[in-house]
């Protein structure tokens, strides 16, 4: 394989409806990212924005910004938009939190419901912090379990004493994608509920939590939302089950009346109950900037080039496994995975850095597997090309092997 990329790549980025979105994006020159399955690139529009609510609706307006600016409605109405991405009702999501406190909150909320039952079922190797919750959340509530079993076990798994099923819809590492409408209809048979953690699906693959009948959702604002470090995560409650889920964490901003400043909580109607604490008006305004990109494309459309360009890949990358030694973690079949594709090798870690300093920037998940997002909204056909070349010659050539590469920071 040459750099080069050959007339066919060329064409089908010319080709491509959604390339003029690129442009929507401050890219690094000489840097091929397919981190953004990771973190979000920077929205173009982000700084500007930012500016406005820094200097003119803080700076200037100050503590008026909470009516004036509609400070006070921004958890709403950023939910309101993310619910058009995950296939939700807009009185149904609401940012707030973090997703391990958003996880903590309907776990608790979903157990405490379902009282007779004593079982969370999940699967080892789901996303850590969805595992550290549901253990602290067993530490709390006295007689509840965490059962971990393999994915394709689930469903035959889950019986009556099935209070919750814990899932990450697209796996953090492999990239495989569960069948929403099916695990839930097979929870629902058995009276239990199911969350789903939607943080690398939403703005990569097409959502429909109404229409799969989904209970509980979680999801963070970061990656394909593009949120930026750190943005707030956002939370979904079906229509039924937001008048009968208590929040464990009673805030102010979940009261029915916060600014009556009364000594006694009282819940706040449906979806608004699940907020907790002041919102982070900064970073939500950040958030809203990707997420209102997203709303300006068709999911669709979005799915389309996700397989195309994630196929691409493997497929290139196909030759190079058994020269190199190096193995497809992802699903094969476009139609399991989701937005971002794993290969495992034993020096998994070096090779990545190896990419990095060559300006393809991916990820290395411990303890083997190195990881590549292809966001469609700005990635191109011909990146995925020249990062298979790169990747190609570091295999090679042996380049990962230098003792440069060898150290480790504390973000891996």
Known sequence: MTQTPPKHILDADHADPLAHFRSEFRLPEGIIYLDGNSLGALPAATPDRMKQAIEIEWGRDLIGSWNSHDWIGAPRRVGAKIARIVGAGENDVVVADSTSVNLFKLLVAALKHQDDRSKILSEPGNFPTDLYIAQGVTNVLEGRQLVTLPADDIIDAIDEDTAVVLLTHVH?????????????????????????????????????????????????????????????????????????????????????????????????????????????????????????????????????????????????????????????????????????????????????????????????????????????????????????????????????????????????
């Open 172 to 412: 953090y590492k492999t990239g495989r994608k569960f069948d929403m409408a099916k695990v839930t209809a097979a929870a629902h048979d058995k009276g239990a509920l199911v969350i789903w953690d939607l943080s690398h699906s939403a703005g990569a693959v097409p959502l429909d939590l109404a229409g799969s009948g989904a209970d509980l959702a979680i999801g963070c604002g970061y990656k394909y939302l593009n949120g930026g470090p750190g943005a707030p995560a956002f939370l979904y409650v079906a229509p039924a089950l937001q008048g009968r889920l208590e929040t464990p964490l009673s805030g102010w901003m979940g009261h029915a009346s916060p600014f009556a400043f009364n000594d006694q909580y009282e819940a706040g109607a449906g979806i608004d109950r699940f907020q907790c604490g002041t919102a982070s008006i900064l970073a939500l305004i950040s958030l809203e900037v990707g997420v209102d990109l997203h709303l300006r494309t068709d999911m669709a459309a979005l799915q389309r080039k996700s397989e195309a360009l994630s196929s691409l890949f493997i497929a290139l990358v196909t030759p190079l496994c058994e020269q190199f030694a190096l193995s497809l973690v992802s699903p094969a079949d476009p139609a399991e995975r989701g937005s971002h594709v794993s290969l495992a090798h034993d020096h998994a870690f070096e090779i990545c850095q190896a990419l990095i300093a060559r300006g393809v920037v991916g990820d290395f998940r411990a303890p083997e597997v190195l990881r590549f997002g292809f966001t469609p909204l700005y990635t191109r056909f011909s990146d995925v090309w020249s990062a298979v070349c790169i990747l190609q010659d570091i295999l090679s050539t042996r380049a990962w092997d230098a003792e440069q590469f060898r150290a480790r920071s504390r973000v891996t």
